[in-house]
């Protein structure tokens, strides 16, 4: 007889970003070609509970410093409201690292989406896909 696969318990993902939207802000990158065939990376920060997007800056070259600096960026703009939120979800991407996370530290828990699983981030993916859409001539 095969053996049952072991019963998770608590929430379901989705469950989760439904009780906790007020609560969750999404980082995410996304790439802009420019009409001289130029790419360009923006990162963005969106609220779950508002919709609110940040975009804190483009650059050729996203090194992680220039990552850390646009968390300082963000967490500036969310001023009083950052208070509010408790969970900063991002991807895996080596662009982040501990410095990055450590910007929202204090005030967040960072979830890490899983490998190669964009849906864990869907609604920062369905944002992106809209302006990658209104960005086609």
């Not at 960026?73 to 208070?83: C, E, G, H, K």
């Not at 979830?111 to 086609?136: K, Q, W, Y």
Request: glycine share 6%.
């Amino acid at each position: 007889m095969p053996a049952s696969t072991p019963r998770r318990t608590g929430p379901s993902w989705r469950e989760f970003l439904t009780h906790q939207t007020e609560g969750i802000v999404a980082a995410d990158f996304f790439q802009l070609d420019t009409a001289l065939g130029h790419r360009l990376y923006a990162p963005a920060f969106l609220e779950h509970g508002t919709r609110r997007l940040h975009i804190t800056g483009v650059t050729t070259h996203p090194g992680r410093e220039w990552v850390v600096q646009q968390a300082r960026n963000v967490a500036t703009d969310l001023a009083v409201r950052i208070q509010s939120l408790r969970f900063l979800l991002r991807n895996r991407d080596g662009k982040y690292g501990p410095a990055f996370d450590a910007v929202h530290a204090e005030d967040m828990d960072v979830l890490l989406s899983a490998p190669r699983a964009p849906r864990m981030n869907a609604h920062c993916e369905r944002v992106i896909g809209t302006i990658r859409r209104e960005d086609r001539p």
